[in-house]
Nanobody, 121 residues
């Protein structure tokens, strides 16, 4: 079972910033797409961002483009999500996941308990 350590969640006001981290126990995923999802109360899980293995290609949910940046450090088995200009609608539990392809990532199970992000107006 993959072990994951999340950090960086918290509560901020509108316009604030947070940087999420997801450290994974296995180096296997260094060659995988890695990404972030979020789930708000009463809503379905939503794809937020993804990065290919080298970080050269990234994908974003339309509503976070220009505000969020995904990056990864394969030496540390860690993927990051820098979130700027946060809005109340960004409030959710954020999770990371991996997949051999972007399609596989988008249907993969998220890992662990995630990290809570709360944005107040």
């Amino acid at each position: 079972q993959v072990q994951v350590v999340y950090s960086g969640g918290g509560s901020v006001q509108t316009g604030g910033s947070l940087r999420l981290s997801c450290a994974v126990s296995e180096r296997t995923f260094n060659n995988y797409y890695m990404g972030w999802f979020r789930q708000a109360p009463g809503k379905d899980r939503e794809f937020v961002a993804a990065s290919n293995w080298g970080g050269s290609t990234t994908y974003y949910l339309e509503t976070v483009k220009g505000r969020f940046t995904i990056s990864r450090d394969n030496a540390k088995n860690t993927v990051y999500l820098q979130m700027n200009s946060l809005k109340p609608e960004d409030t959710a539990v954020y999770y990371c996941a991996a997949g051999a392809t972007l399609v596989a990532l988008k249907v993969s199970s998220s890992w662990g308990q995630g990290t809570q992000v709360t944005v107040s107006s």
